[in-house]
């Protein structure tokens, strides 16, 4: 036990497993672990089967034994494949998607990275294929549901609310495809490095769409920021980021493959050209967690 | 394919465990052979917790048939690196409980229920081991002393996050933090291996 006492993370791992962290908490034991630390995976491991022993204390019950076929024939559990309601590509077809995603691809600051990656080569490709990217702020989405964007609005930060104000008074009209079941998480930041970036990442996690705005970023030179999705303990590059002269950036992604297995969103600071390895070899800088 | 009972009875913790997870990367292929295995074979272990939470048998089941539906779709994302297909079953629960508790909370109070409500009848060998390794996790949660045993309640069955814990029990966010991780390093201790419930 002493041995993680170095670990000031390890303390964070037990409010994990219960769900019980706060942001900035979360986003600190996150980052840690994208960028590897044995010790507390193990601890991870370990006090994840702990909670079985908090929640075995209850006492013994058992449900009706309708309740088993009431599950089976649940609809939403067809005979098709579990992950049915994930699939397809979740790209929108027709012109209006067609022409955003020339425009998208024609300005794009997401660069495709040199070299496929071992093993994830395939769903990167699909990946990079599906996305595009809006140059920031000269497009900018409003989520069809707009009482929804305006309380997530509020919860983000105030470069984002100037954002939103600048493209107002630009009269700028908004023009999104909406997935139903988008939330928005703030990427918080790990304290890992001193630099005031803020950003938020909006997810369908149905779908696989996902919006990331990033805001003051500025990279030192000969660095970059790279955009990763966590699926569990896997990291999977979405790319290098690259901002306007404002150090601001929104990505857009029409359909990150496996979208319901990922975990969090992230961003990593690299080296120039982005991670030479499958996971960040720079400190991981924020990370918004992805709840289920 | 989900394993066959039989099968089942004659395989050890450690091979109980890998087929867990080849069922669970079954049921993320449409396999509901599988999901019925896991469903039969796990319920035991899963609805206490969610009667624990809901206080009634009725959200207890709704709670179940959304736990059953969100393993169905997310079966991909159980990553067998980060923990055991029961504890990761039973963090589903637990979030769907307290899911349903807190949409609930606005029209109905909690009931506290002295005795779960009418069941199925448990198989009795099965449910007799079952109950003592229950005793005896509820006497490890009482021996955690008050304030670790208070901590972990409020986290675990009441889903209150760490900062809601301190400023519940006064105690600052540092030290909820370290009984949080203390009580639960000892309650892992003594969770048997293998299928106890
Ligand atoms: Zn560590």
Redo the contacts with the bound molecule.
């Keep these: 036990m002493a041995k993680?006492e170095?670990?000031?993370?390890?303390d964070l791992?037990a409010g994990y497993v219960l769900q019980a962290l706060g942001p900035q908490d979360e986003a600190r034991l996150l980052a840690?672990?994208m960028e590897g630390?044995?010790?507390?995976?193990a601890?991870l491991r370990d006090l994840s089967d702990a909670t079985v022993a908090v929640g075995g204390s209850a006492p013994s019950a058992m449900p009706s034994d309708a309740l088993r076929s009431r599950v089976l024939s649940d609809p939403r559990i067809s005979g098709s494949a579990g992950a049915s309601s994930d699939g397809g590509d979740g790209r929108d077809s027709g012109t209006d998607a067609d022409a955003r995603s020339r425009r998208a691809q024609e300005r794009t600051p997401l660069r495709p990275r040199d070299g496929a990656r071992t093993g994830g080569g395939r769903a990167m490709a699909g990946m990079l294929a599906a996305a595009c990217l809006i140059l920031a702020f000269g497009n900018y989405w409003f989520w069809q549901k707009a009482g929804e964007f305006r309380a997530e609005r509020d919860a983000v930060q105030q470069t984002l609310r100037e954002v939103e104000a600048e493209l107002s008074a630009k009269e700028w009209i908004p023009k999104m495809v909406t997935a139903p079941g988008t939330d928005c998480y703030d990427l918080a930041l790990t304290g890992s490095i001193d630099a005031p970036l803020n950003g938020t990442a909006c997810f369908a996690k149905e779908s696989g769409a996902a919006v990331v705005l990033l805001a003051e970023l500025r990279p030192p030179s000969g660095r970059d920021y790279e955009l990763w999705v966590l699926r569990g303990s896997v990291p999977t590059s979405l790319g290098v980021i690259t901002a306007d002269d404002e150090g601001r950036a929104a990505i857009r992604l029409d359909a990150i493959p496996d979208a319901s297995a990922i975990t969090a969103f992230a961003v990593s600071l690299e080296p120039a050209g982005g991670s030479p390895e499958a996971a960040p070899t720079g400190p991981v800088v924020m990370v918004a967690p992805v709840t289920s | 394919m989900a394993p066959g009972s039989c099968e089942g009875a004659l395989m050890n913790a450690p091979d109980r465990a890998a087929a867990d997870i080849r069922s669970l990367e079954s049921v993320a292929n449409g396999d509901r052979e599988a999901l019925a295995f896991l469903y039969d074979r796990f319920t035991p272990l899963l609805f206490p917790v969610a009667l624990r939470i809901t206080g009634s048998s009725a959200d207890a089941e709704d709670v179940m048939q959304e736990v059953w539906v969100q393993v169905w779709r997310r079966a991909s994302s159980f990553d067998a690196a980060r923990g055991s297909v029961p504890a990761w079953l039973m963090t589903i629960t637990r979030s769907r409980a307290l899911d349903h508790i807190r949409s609930r909370s606005a029209r109905t109070k909690r009931e506290e229920v002295a005795e779960p409500p009418k069941q199925s009848a448990p198989d009795p060998g099965r449910s007799a081991e079952s109950e003592s390794v229950r005793a005896k996790l509820r006497a490890a949660f009482e021996e955690l002393g008050p304030e670790r045993a208070q901590v972990l309640e409020l986290a675990y069955w009441e889903g209150l996050s760490q900062s809601e814990i301190a400023e519940r029990t006064g105690s600052p966010l540092g030290t909820v933090k370290s009984w949080t991780r203390q009580g639960l390093e000892r309650m892992r201790k003594l969770l048997p291996d293998g299928d106890w419930w």
């Design positions: 993680h170095r670990h000031p993370e390890l791992v840690h672990l630390c044995e010790e507390c995976e601890a």
